[in-house]
T-cell receptor, first 116, second 114 residues
Framework: GAVVSQHPSWVICKSGTSVKIECRSL??????MFWYRQFPKQSLMLMAT?????????EQGVEKDKFLINHASLTLSTLTVTSAHPEDSSFYIC????????????FGQGTRLTVV | DQQVKQNSPSLSVQEGRISILNCDYT??????FLWYKKYPAEGPTFLIS?????DKNEDGRFTVFLNKSAKHLSLHIVPSQPGDSAVYFC?????????????FGTGTRLTVIP
């Protein structure tokens, strides 16, 4: 199946700093990428949808100035958590789809962010 | 508001027996459903999907059944193997309407006992 690589797999940062997470589709062009976060024992919650070359669409309650998403190419999307705080500690997962419509999304391996 | 629900947080099954994982949804616009398997600290891995024009889709040991009138789907794994032990997420999307993001259930942790 298609491969989506997410980096880093885990990161610890100090409160107030920014962290960038990369999501790459390795063997296909991802016109759409999605960013999710998952709190312990909870479902994956969609944060935003990004289409290559355009601004990301954020879900209600997600601060776009805090979670900066850039989808500059068909194989790379980045999520930057700005001025991170301990409550931002979570498991962040990206997924990518090759085209719109009913195709399955392929997920990265996730990034465990811990803000201390 | 949870549009996709998995009411059983955990399930234990003996090796060789059938595992049945259930999922309910509330949004009648959903027309594509997927099951993902997830190990700790890893991203979900796609297992099997079904379009709303079908009521059954089979892939090896995995079969997904869709009951649109009841807004219910289930994943059957038979025979269950210890390697199937993981968290299983049900997901749904309203692809035909153009809203192609996935809505996930809260997951069911399957434990297959050797």
């Amino acid at each position: 199946g298609a491969v989506v690589s997410q980096h880093p797999s885990w990161v610890i940062c100090k409160s107030g700093t920014s962290v960038k997470i990369e999501c790459r589709s390795l063997d296909f062009q991802a016109t759409t990428m999605f960013w999710y976060r998952q709190f312990p024992k909870q479902s994956l919650m969609l944060m935003a949808t990004s289409n290559e070359g355009s601004k990301a669409t954020y879900e209600q309650g997600v601060e776009k100035d805090k979670f900066l998403i850039n989808h500059a190419s068909l194989t790379l999307s980045t999520l930057t958590v700005t001025s991170a705080h301990p409550e931002d500690s979570s498991f962040y997962i990206c997924s990518a789809r090759a085209s719109t419509g009913n195709t399955e999304a392929f997920f990265g391996q996730g990034t465990r962010l811990t803000v201390v | 508001d949870q549009q996709v629900k998995q009411n059983s947080p955990s399930l234990s099954v003996q090796e060789g027996r059938i595992s049945i994982l259930n999922c309910d949804y509330t949004n009648s616009m959903f027309d594509y459903f997927l099951w993902y398997k997830k190990y700790p600290a890893e991203g979900p891995t796609f297992l099997i999907s079904i379009s709303s024009i079908k009521d059954k889709n089979e892939d090896g040991r995995f079969t997904v059944f869709l009951n649109k009138s009841a807004k219910h789907l289930s994943l059957h794994i038979v025979p269950s193997q210890p390697g199937d032990s993981a968290v299983y997420f049900c997901a749904a999307s309203a692809g035909r309407t153009g809203a192609n993001n996935l809505f996930f259930g809260t997951g069911t942790r399957l434990t297959v006992i050797p």
